[in-house]
Protein backbone atom coordinates (compact mmCIF):
# COMPACT_ATOMS: atom_id res chain seq x y z
CA UNK A 1 0.00 0.00 0.00
CA UNK A 2 2.49 2.47 1.12
CA UNK A 3 4.58 1.87 -2.14
CA UNK A 4 1.61 2.20 -4.33
CA UNK A 5 0.84 5.70 -2.44
CA UNK A 6 4.36 6.92 -3.30
CA UNK A 7 4.04 5.35 -7.11
CA UNK A 8 0.74 7.77 -7.45
CA UNK A 9 2.44 11.03 -5.29
CA UNK A 10 5.15 11.13 -8.03
CA UNK A 11 2.83 10.41 -10.91
CA UNK A 12 0.75 13.16 -10.26
CA UNK A 13 3.71 15.37 -9.41
CA UNK A 14 5.00 14.44 -12.97
CA UNK A 15 1.79 15.25 -14.19
CA UNK A 16 1.48 18.60 -13.10
CA UNK A 17 4.84 19.49 -14.24
CA UNK A 18 4.24 18.68 -17.89
CA UNK A 19 0.66 19.98 -17.61
CA UNK A 20 1.71 23.46 -16.56
CA UNK A 21 4.34 23.47 -19.68
CA UNK A 22 1.80 22.83 -22.35
CA UNK A 23 -2.14 23.77 -23.02
CA UNK A 24 -3.92 20.72 -20.85
CA UNK A 25 -6.35 19.85 -18.66
CA UNK A 26 -5.92 18.00 -15.17
CA UNK A 27 -9.71 16.75 -14.13
CA UNK A 28 -10.08 14.88 -10.45
CA UNK A 29 -13.26 13.83 -9.44
CA UNK A 30 -15.69 11.07 -8.23
CA UNK A 31 -17.88 8.56 -10.16
CA UNK A 32 -21.13 7.21 -8.84
CA UNK A 33 -20.11 6.98 -5.31
CA UNK A 34 -17.28 4.41 -5.72
CA UNK A 35 -14.33 5.43 -8.11
CA UNK A 36 -12.19 7.95 -7.52
CA UNK A 37 -10.80 9.53 -10.75
CA UNK A 38 -7.68 11.72 -12.27
CA UNK A 39 -7.64 12.60 -15.82
CA UNK A 40 -4.93 14.42 -17.93
CA UNK A 41 -6.67 15.54 -21.23
CA UNK A 42 -4.24 16.84 -24.50
CA UNK A 43 -5.32 19.87 -26.27
CA UNK A 44 -9.02 18.99 -25.76
CA UNK A 45 -8.59 16.07 -27.79
CA UNK A 46 -6.49 13.02 -26.41
CA UNK A 47 -7.00 11.64 -22.71
CA UNK A 48 -5.51 9.25 -20.17
CA UNK A 49 -7.32 8.30 -17.05
CA UNK A 50 -6.84 6.38 -13.80
CA UNK A 51 -9.97 4.82 -11.85
CA UNK A 52 -9.52 3.17 -8.11
CA UNK A 53 -12.75 2.48 -6.00
CA UNK A 54 -13.03 3.38 -2.98
CA UNK A 55 -14.90 -0.43 -1.61
CA UNK A 56 -15.62 -0.59 1.63
CA UNK A 57 -13.28 -3.89 1.28
CA UNK A 58 -9.55 -4.51 2.02
CA UNK A 59 -7.07 -3.46 0.09
CA UNK A 60 -6.85 -6.71 -2.66
CA UNK A 61 -10.38 -6.89 -3.34
CA UNK A 62 -10.20 -3.04 -4.59
CA UNK A 63 -10.12 -1.84 -8.24
CA UNK A 64 -7.76 -0.07 -10.51
CA UNK A 65 -9.25 0.77 -14.12
CA UNK A 66 -6.98 2.84 -16.79
CA UNK A 67 -8.61 4.40 -19.85
CA UNK A 68 -6.70 5.82 -22.87
CA UNK A 69 -9.27 7.79 -25.11
CA UNK A 70 -10.05 10.25 -27.88
CA UNK A 71 -12.77 12.90 -28.53
CA UNK A 72 -13.61 15.61 -30.88
CA UNK A 73 -16.44 17.86 -32.03
CA UNK A 74 -17.62 18.56 -35.11
CA UNK A 75 -20.51 21.57 -34.60
CA UNK A 76 -22.99 20.60 -32.60
CA UNK A 77 -21.77 16.42 -32.90
CA UNK A 78 -19.37 14.90 -29.94
CA UNK A 79 -17.74 11.75 -30.62
CA UNK A 80 -16.02 10.11 -27.08
CA UNK A 81 -14.37 6.95 -27.84
CA UNK A 82 -11.71 5.48 -25.26
CA UNK A 83 -10.60 1.85 -24.41
CA UNK A 84 -10.02 0.51 -20.90
CA UNK A 85 -8.67 -2.59 -18.86
CA UNK A 86 -8.92 -3.10 -14.90
CA UNK A 87 -8.44 -5.64 -12.34
CA UNK A 88 -8.44 -6.34 -8.63
CA UNK A 89 -5.20 -6.02 -6.78
CA UNK A 90 -5.60 -9.56 -5.59
CA UNK A 91 -5.93 -10.26 -9.80
CA UNK A 92 -8.90 -12.64 -8.84
CA UNK A 93 -10.70 -11.37 -12.05
CA UNK A 94 -10.04 -8.43 -14.69
CA UNK A 95 -12.40 -6.96 -17.68
CA UNK A 96 -11.47 -5.00 -20.91
CA UNK A 97 -13.43 -3.30 -23.66
CA UNK A 98 -14.64 -0.12 -25.14
CA UNK A 99 -17.18 2.60 -24.12
CA UNK A 100 -17.81 4.61 -27.51
CA UNK A 101 -20.57 7.81 -26.77
CA UNK A 102 -22.12 10.05 -29.77
CA UNK A 103 -23.88 12.92 -28.71
CA UNK A 104 -25.40 15.68 -30.71
CA UNK A 105 -26.82 18.87 -29.22
CA UNK A 106 -30.49 19.65 -30.65
CA UNK A 107 -30.82 22.89 -29.11
CA UNK A 108 -28.39 25.31 -27.44
CA UNK A 109 -29.94 23.51 -24.08
CA UNK A 110 -31.16 20.09 -25.28
CA UNK A 111 -28.37 17.52 -25.78
CA UNK A 112 -28.95 13.69 -26.45
CA UNK A 113 -26.07 10.63 -26.46
CA UNK A 114 -26.04 7.22 -27.53
CA UNK A 115 -23.33 4.78 -26.11
CA UNK A 116 -21.89 1.72 -27.05
CA UNK A 117 -19.74 -0.59 -24.45
CA UNK A 118 -18.44 -4.12 -25.44
CA UNK A 119 -17.14 -5.26 -22.17
CA UNK A 120 -15.53 -8.37 -21.54
CA UNK A 121 -14.86 -10.10 -17.81
CA UNK A 122 -12.94 -13.11 -17.37
CA UNK A 123 -14.70 -14.59 -15.48
CA UNK A 124 -18.42 -13.54 -16.85
CA UNK A 125 -17.08 -13.34 -20.45
CA UNK A 126 -18.37 -11.17 -23.28
CA UNK A 127 -21.44 -8.78 -23.19
CA UNK A 128 -22.75 -5.42 -25.62
CA UNK A 129 -23.83 -2.99 -23.01
CA UNK A 130 -25.07 0.58 -23.87
CA UNK A 131 -26.90 3.74 -23.21
CA UNK A 132 -29.27 6.42 -24.07
CA UNK A 133 -29.44 9.50 -22.57
CA UNK A 134 -30.28 13.09 -22.67
CA UNK A 135 -30.20 16.48 -20.61
CA UNK A 136 -31.26 19.72 -20.25
CA UNK A 137 -29.65 23.02 -19.71
CA UNK A 138 -32.28 24.69 -17.40
CA UNK A 139 -30.89 27.57 -15.99
CA UNK A 140 -26.90 28.80 -16.12
CA UNK A 141 -25.68 26.64 -13.56
CA UNK A 142 -28.57 24.06 -13.37
CA UNK A 143 -30.14 21.03 -15.20
CA UNK A 144 -31.56 17.86 -15.39
CA UNK A 145 -30.58 14.68 -17.16
CA UNK A 146 -32.13 11.30 -17.68
CA UNK A 147 -30.69 7.74 -18.74
CA UNK A 148 -31.57 4.42 -19.55
CA UNK A 149 -28.36 2.21 -19.34
CA UNK A 150 -27.36 -1.60 -19.79
CA UNK A 151 -23.95 -0.35 -18.68
CA UNK A 152 -22.52 -1.79 -15.34
CA UNK A 153 -22.78 0.10 -12.03
CA UNK A 154 -20.26 -1.99 -10.44
CA UNK A 155 -19.70 -5.37 -12.04
CA UNK A 156 -22.43 -6.77 -13.46
CA UNK A 157 -24.48 -5.12 -16.18
CA UNK A 158 -28.03 -4.36 -15.30
CA UNK A 159 -30.99 -2.79 -16.82
CA UNK A 160 -31.49 0.63 -15.35
CA UNK A 161 -33.03 4.01 -15.76
CA UNK A 162 -31.26 7.18 -13.82
CA UNK A 163 -32.78 10.51 -13.82
CA UNK A 164 -30.99 13.65 -11.59
CA UNK A 165 -29.56 17.08 -11.42
CA UNK A 166 -26.15 19.06 -12.88
CA UNK A 167 -24.74 21.16 -10.89
CA UNK A 168 -21.92 23.42 -12.35
CA UNK A 169 -20.17 26.36 -11.79
CA UNK A 170 -16.99 27.49 -13.23
CA UNK A 171 -14.49 24.44 -13.56
CA UNK A 172 -17.27 21.75 -10.88
CA UNK A 173 -19.65 19.52 -12.27
CA UNK A 174 -21.51 17.76 -9.76
CA UNK A 175 -24.35 15.25 -10.84
CA UNK A 176 -26.49 13.13 -8.20
CA UNK A 177 -28.93 10.86 -9.59
CA UNK A 178 -31.05 8.40 -8.79
CA UNK A 179 -30.86 4.75 -10.12
CA UNK A 180 -33.73 2.58 -10.92
CA UNK A 181 -33.62 -0.46 -11.69
CA UNK A 182 -35.98 -2.14 -14.38
CA UNK A 183 -34.54 -5.59 -15.15
CA UNK A 184 -35.51 -8.91 -13.27
CA UNK A 185 -32.00 -9.61 -11.92
CA UNK A 186 -31.37 -6.85 -9.25
CA UNK A 187 -33.99 -4.86 -6.81
CA UNK A 188 -32.06 -2.28 -5.41
CA UNK A 189 -32.51 1.16 -5.42
CA UNK A 190 -29.65 3.78 -5.48
CA UNK A 191 -28.69 6.96 -4.67
CA UNK A 192 -25.41 7.97 -6.57
CA UNK A 193 -23.06 10.92 -7.01
CA UNK A 194 -20.52 12.32 -9.56
CA UNK A 195 -18.71 15.35 -9.44
CA UNK A 196 -15.45 16.45 -12.06
CA UNK A 197 -13.19 19.60 -11.34
CA UNK A 198 -11.11 20.44 -14.18
CA UNK A 199 -7.37 22.49 -13.90
CA UNK A 200 -6.78 24.16 -17.36
CA UNK A 201 -3.07 24.50 -18.20
CA UNK A 202 -1.63 26.72 -20.55
CA UNK A 203 0.96 26.54 -22.21
CA UNK A 204 3.68 29.48 -20.94
CA UNK A 205 4.90 32.19 -23.49
CA UNK A 206 8.88 32.32 -23.47
Known amino acids: MKNFLIKIFFLSSFILL ?10 VGLRDN ?6 YEFK ?28 HMWGNFKLD ?9 NASYQDFGAVVTAGYRILKPWRIEATINPHYDTQYGYKTCYAASTDVQIVEHFGVMAQYTT ?17 SYKELQVTPMLSIPVG ?4 SMRIL ?14
Open 184 to 187: EEIK
Open 151 to 167: IPEYRLSEKRVRAGFIF
Open 81 to 89: ANVYGSTLW
Open 34 to 39: TYAQIA
Open 18 to 27: FANSIQAQLK
Open 44 to 71: NDWEAKLEHSIYLEKFGFQKVRAYMGYN
Open 193 to 206: CSFQYKFLFKKNKE
